[in-house]
């Protein structure tokens, strides 16, 4: 069974800084990864999809990277700014008995920009 | 721009009731799914649908049930609803082409139950 850890669970910092956000995951047999964003009581925004087969996603500010055989990705986040405020939800998609894809999440990591 | 969309942001039920919750795609996306999310437990998979009238469990489908009779809408049903189904909870679909398409998420429909 496919668990998922982040780490940290939390972060606080200034505006300005580069931060790493990380995750693990147990069964290296996936077929992608998704980086989500949540706002409080909100739902979830696809910030990068990493294909198995790729090492990393580039979007603006944040780069992506993924290392199957290890069980590792991490979200790297660039010049990190206020609005950047919100928890970031890691998400490989496996392989389920019935032959379909399955979204496994970790519980995330919540980050606070401060001015 | 492509959208999930949940009928309803907030929900009051009393215990015992039925209710339903409404999720709509208008991506053509054969897979649809339900989640919720609690504090500390994270999102887990209620039921997901891989085609019309097809449904299969996910991980927690316990006093749950779904409909599928159209392709863009997919319904949870809370046969008798109960205060430990009080969550958030999230619908999301995606295209079965391969391992470069993502899941989309609706907004979510935070329900109550007293």
């Known amino acids: 069974k496919q668990e998922v850890t982040q780490i940290p669970a939390a972060l606080s910092v200034p505006e300005g800084e580069n931060l790493v956000l990380n995750c693990s995951f147990t069964?290296?047999?996936?077929?992608?990864l998704q980086w989500f964003r949540q706002d409080p009581g909100k739902g979830l925004t696809s910030l990068l999809l990493?294909?198995?087969?790729?090492r990393e996603q580039t979007s603006g500010r944040l780069n992506a990277s993924l290392d199957k055989s290890s069980g590792r990705s991490t979200l790297y986040i660039a010049a990190s700014q206020p609005g950047d405020s919100a928890t970031y939800l890691c998400?490989?998609?496996?392989?389920?008995?019935?032959?379909?894809?399955?979204?496994?999440f970790g519980t995330g990591t919540r980050l606070l920009v401060s001015p | 721009d492509v959208k999930v969309t949940q009928s309803s942001r907030y929900l009051v039920k009393r215990t015992g009731e039925k209710v339903f919750l409404e999720c709509v795609q208008d991506m053509d996306h054969e897979n649809m799914f339900w989640y919720r999310q609690d504090p500390g437990l994270g999102l887990r998979l209620i039921y997901f649908s891989y085609d019309v009238k097809m449904k299969e469990k996910g991980d927690i489908p316990e006093g749950y049930s779904v409909s599928r009779e159209k392709k863009e809408r997919f319904s949870l049903i809370l046969e008798s609803a109960s205060t430990n189904q009080t969550s958030m909870y999230l619908c999301?679909?995606?295209?079965?082409?391969?391992?470069?398409?993502?899941?989309?998420f609706g907004s979510g429909t935070r329900l109550t139950v007293v």
């Open positions: 999301a679909s995606n295209l079965n082409r391969g391992p470069s398409y993502g899941y989309t």
């Open positions: 069964d290296s047999a996936i077929y992608n």
């Open positions: 998400a490989p998609q496996g392989v389920m008995n019935t032959g379909f894809q399955k979204l496994v």
């Open positions: 990493i294909q198995s087969s790729q």
